[in-house]
């Protein structure tokens, strides 16, 4: 059995992703986060794509955290099992993420942790 290790902590979201390959003309895909960290967001989309692709990606965070902009490496994509819509799953590396953008999706993420209600896991 392996063990998981993330290098930042992630939380759960909701919010809407755009994105499109690095430096082609072709429009922005929607897209649906799933979970967000300091590392790296994951998200469902409708397409296949090809792992190791660099992608332009614009992250609608919810007020006040604004819209965050980033250089990120497909990491891996996998087709759900489920009747799911998106039915893939993107794994997401932030290749370059401005300071002040890191520390919105910092501020975010240890923000939806604090509102957990962790007594009900004890």
Same mark, same amino acid.
């Given at each position: ?10 939380? /759960? ?30 998200? /469902? ?58 520390? /919105? ?18």
């Amino acid at each position: 059995m392996s063990i998981e290790q993330r290098r930042f902590p992630r939380v /759960r979201t909701d919010f809407g992703v755009e994105f499109k390959i690095k430096d082609s003309d072709s429009p922005p895909i929607k897209a649906v986060g799933v979970n967000i960290s300091e590392g790296g967001i994951m998200m /469902r989309v409708s397409g296949k794509l090809a792992a190791e692709t660099l992608l332009e990606v614009k992250i609608v965070m919810p007020p006040p955290y604004s819209t965050v902009h980033t250089l990120a490496r497909l990491v891996y994509i996998l087709k759900s099992r489920l009747d799911e819509y998106p039915p893939y799953a993107c794994g997401l590396e932030f290749i370059e993420l401005k300071e002040e953008d890191r520390e /919105r999706v910092r501020n975010f993420v240890n923000e939806e942790i604090d509102k957990l209600d962790w007594k009900r896991w004890l």
